[in-house]
């Protein structure tokens, strides 16, 4: 009641009550004490009635304005969440810990279904397909860093409240998969990086390449996606990354002309940034680095496999014999054979653990 002061609280009492508006020093002659404690409880509950109606009332408020503050919070959290791909496992009592995929620069979500797919029947878990930022589905957001990329994915874990998640990323999303085990170590129960190393490495020349090649499509403004296929044809030979590249051409509903989904200045002016890794942090998790053995991204593994060690003390390095840096499309069932053989491994070490 110390929230209501006593001169309200009596203009309240004498109005319900109907009482004289002239204040008395003390008691009428004829109030016996039966009578006082009979009015002395009547006031108690009115006044108990007023402070409760005030603070029903603070209660509306601050809850009205609160929630009003929670949507625009949650709006703007929903801005950067991740957009994603479920495939459920159709096993009875699947496992607790589900798979987390997180695709490479220019990939989607899209690209990784038959293999989630595989994965969840192979494993028996749930196995979750994301698309980053700036990619597929998911809102277009500055900046576009691994920073930036582990927090939004570490965001999606908490709000889908997943249990001890393992994480699987190729490629840029396998940094970011790093990154998120480097910053948010109790989320991360164990790893998987697809042809990548936790070093400071130039991307591939082609990169850069493929984004000059989609601003010429894209300034073009062409009705026919074989007519795109034309002009990356300078760009990039192989068909196989020219069709995984137009993946992400759209065309509009409105004019029927072909755009790309992914912000293509964003992705560009950030591809120095996809080059870096954080330095000096530690991930204990079991760990598992799978890499071509044909791609360019293996020599950090040979030339400076202490950086793996010091970072990923608990880590193994496969080799994908005759791949490149899509290795997972080249040869999906043996890389769909190391990553479940992984993870059948480590959990039988754990179980023997407990």
């Given at each position: 009641m110390g929230h209501f002061k006593s001169t309200m609280a009596n203009e309240f009492i004498k109005e319900r009550r109907g009482a004289p508006k002239k204040k008395f020093k003390g008691f009428p002659m004829f109030f016996t004490l039966e009578n006082l404690r009979t009015a002395l409880i009547g006031d108690i509950k009115l006044l108990q009635s007023c402070h409760c109606h005030h603070r029903r009332h603070r209660y509306r408020r601050h809850r009205r304005s609160r929630s009003i503050v929670e949507k625009k919070r949650n709006d703007a959290k929903g801005q950067m969440l991740v957009q994603y791909s479920p495939t459920k496992s159709p096993a009875d009592g699947a496992c607790t810990s589900p798979l987390v995929i997180c695709h490479g620069l220019f990939?989607?979500?899209?690209?990784?279904?038959?293999?989630?797919?595989?994965?969840?029947?192979?494993?028996?878990?749930?196995?979750?397909?994301?698309?980053?930022?700036?990619h597929g589905e998911s809102p277009h957001s500055l900046p576009h860093t691994y920073e930036m990329l582990?927090?939004?994915?570490?965001?999606?874990?908490?709000?889908?409240?997943?249990?001890?998640?393992?994480?699987?990323?190729?490629?840029?999303g396998g940094k970011t998969v790093m990154t998120l085990a480097m910053t948010h170590p109790d989320i991360v129960h164990k790893l998987i990086v697809a042809d990548i190393a936790p070093v400071h490495m130039t991307l591939l020349p082609e990169f850069p390449k493929?984004?000059?090649?989609?601003?010429?499509?894209?300034?073009?403004?062409?009705?026919?996606?074989?007519?795109?296929?034309?002009?990356?044809?300078?760009?990039?030979?192989?068909?196989?990354?020219?069709?995984?590249?137009?993946?992400?051409?759209?065309?509009?509903?409105?004019?029927?002309?072909?755009?790309?989904?992914?912000?293509?200045?964003?992705?560009?002016?950030?591809?120095?940034n996809l080059a870096q890794f954080i330095q000096?942090?530690?991930?204990?998790?079991?760990?598992?680095?799978?890499?071509?053995?044909?791609?360019?991204?293996?020599?950090?593994?040979?030339?400076?496999?202490?950086?793996?060690?010091?970072?990923?003390?608990?880590?193994?390095?496969?080799?994908?014999?005759?791949?490149?840096?899509?290795?997972?499309?080249e040869k999906p069932d043996l890389f769909l054979s190391l990553v479940s053989d992984f993870i059948t491994a480590s959990e039988q070490n754990d179980a023997k653990q407990q």
């Open positions: 990939g989607s979500k899209q690209n990784w279904k038959a293999l989630a797919k595989a994965m969840s029947r192979r494993l028996s878990r749930d196995v979750y397909a994301l698309d980053l930022r700036n582990a927090e939004d994915v570490n965001r999606w874990v908490l709000e889908q409240e997943l249990e001890r998640p393992i994480f699987l990323g190729h490629s840029m493929y984004v000059q090649g989609m601003m010429v499509v894209q300034d073009k403004g062409l009705k026919r996606q074989s007519e795109a296929d034309e002009i990356m044809k300078d760009y990039e030979p192989d068909i196989n990354v020219r069709q995984f590249l137009l993946t992400n051409l759209k065309k509009s509903p409105d004019d029927g002309i072909y755009r790309f989904r992914v912000p293509l200045e964003t992705l560009g002016n950030a591809l120095g000096n942090h530690r991930y204990t998790g079991p760990t598992l680095f799978i890499t071509g053995g044909v791609s360019p991204y293996r020599k950090p593994f040979e030339s400076h496999p202490e950086l793996v060690d010091q970072q990923f003390p608990n880590a193994r390095v496969e080799v994908m014999p005759g791949c490149g840096h899509w290795l997972h499309a």
